[in-house]
């Protein structure tokens, strides 16, 4: 027996429709339940705010209203499906951009009203975690999540992935992915600032500068985190370089700043896992793509004695997958369902 579980995620400038199958053997329903990737379709509009440095609201919405059918379609054909077999559809409900989240929530009621299946309202943030599942299979409980992306960074107590998941910290002010997006405009580099700066860093040298590691002073929150005082003082060398007429060694910024920023990200991350007693880390978020933040992190967690998941970069990015996987779970919970009219909710917590 098993269910197929549409996903539709649009919380920012991703318009993703993933399909998973959930695995129902009845055998034992304390398991941890199966859940297979059938399909994962993405359609962004990235290109479209690249001249803005960052996401246009507005654009992203309307982006969104003319993906999101061609993007289903194209997720059905992939898993050589069509609508009727869906079983159960679930919508990113937030957090994310008002705009971009209406246009998925609409579509999924309208694919659930249709098809008379069951909707499911579901937190984007949880998503990045269910993720995983499709690549590594049932996450140990408890495990911790650092989620690291363009909109958010967070470290999350995870009991049950549909049920029970606790912040631990959070950034004070700029998201790690805004951060690198933020300094590639400082130095040059192209929109959004996570690859150019990963790959100009590998040229550098990350002990060159002493950028500041935010958050890490003894009165400081422990697992808070903080990067608009690193993105200032990677603007402030910069100045003061020019000023004195000298040429930017941009690649030495690159990985400086790069080493500043996985530094502060693992050691919180490890040291919270070791806090709560926790065996497992899942780092996930358009940023767990970075080179260096993935090799830091897998150096520390196994000095530490730590099981590092992270998954394969095109599952960390905003996808229609992670919001399957995590919708699958929730069925497989039996929690309730949305009603046809619930809304968006921008600032939803975790
Ligand atoms: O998860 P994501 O696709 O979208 C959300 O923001 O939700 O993350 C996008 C962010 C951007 O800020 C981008 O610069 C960053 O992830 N990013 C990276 C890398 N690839 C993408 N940051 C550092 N290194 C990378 N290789
Ligand atoms: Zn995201």
């Excluded at 919180?268 to 793509?289: D, L, P």
């Excluded at 095109?314 to 039996?334: E, S, W, Y």
Aim: glycine content about 10%.
């Amino acid at each position: 027996m098993s269910r197929i579980i549409m996903g539709i995620e649009t919380s920012c400038d991703e318009t993703g429709v993933g399909l998973a199958r959930l695995f129902e053997d009845g055998a034992d329903d304390a398991a941890e339940p199966r859940v297979e990737l059938l399909a994962d379709e993405v359609a962004s509009s990235v290109e479209l705010h690249a001249r803005y440095g960052g996401v246009v609201p507005e654009v992203a919405s309307r982006a969104h209203l003319e993906a999101m059918a061609p993007t289903t379609r194209r997720a059905l054909a992939t898993a050589g499906l069509s609508l009727s077999d869906v079983d159960a559809i679930a919508v990113t409900a937030g957090p994310g951009l008002a705009g971009s989240l209406l246009v998925g929530v609409a579509a999924a009621k309208a694919y659930a009203a249709a098809l008379d299946v069951p909707l499911y309202g579901v937190n984007h943030l949880a998503g990045h975690v269910a993720v995983d599942t499709l690549e590594h299979g049932p996450l140990p409980k408890p495990c911790l999540a650092l989620l690291v992306s363009g909109g958010h960074t967070q470290l999350l107590r995870v009991d049950d992935v549909a049920t029970k998941i606790t912040e631990l910290g959070s950034t004070v002010d700029d998201a790690a992915g805004e951060a690198y997006d933020k300094v590639a405009r400082i130095v040059g580099l192209p929109y959004p600032g996570g690859p150019p700066i990963d790959k100009a860093a590998k040229e550098g040298d990350p002990e060159a500068i002493a950028f500041p590691r935010g958050m890490t002073g003894p009165r400081d929150a422990p697992f808070d985190f903080s990067f608009s005082g690193l993105k200032t003082a990677v603007a402030r060398w910069i100045e003061a370089a020019e000023r004195q007429s000298e040429p930017i060694p941009v690649p030495d910024v690159c990985a400086s700043f790069q080493e500043a920023v996985a530094d502060v990200l693992t050691m919180k991350a490890v040291a919270a896992a070791r806090e709560y007693g926790i065996g497992t880390m899942v780092i996930s978020g358009g940023v767990a793509a970075n080179s260096r933040l993935s090799a830091l992190a897998r150096e520390r967690c196994e000095a530490a004695g730590i099981e590092l998941r992270v998954p394969r970069p095109r599952l960390c990015t905003d996808n229609g997958a992670m919001i399957a996987a995590l919708g699958a779970h929730v069925v497989a919970a039996d929690l309730p369902t949305s009603p046809l009219d619930f809304s968006a909710t921008p600032a939803l917590p975790v």
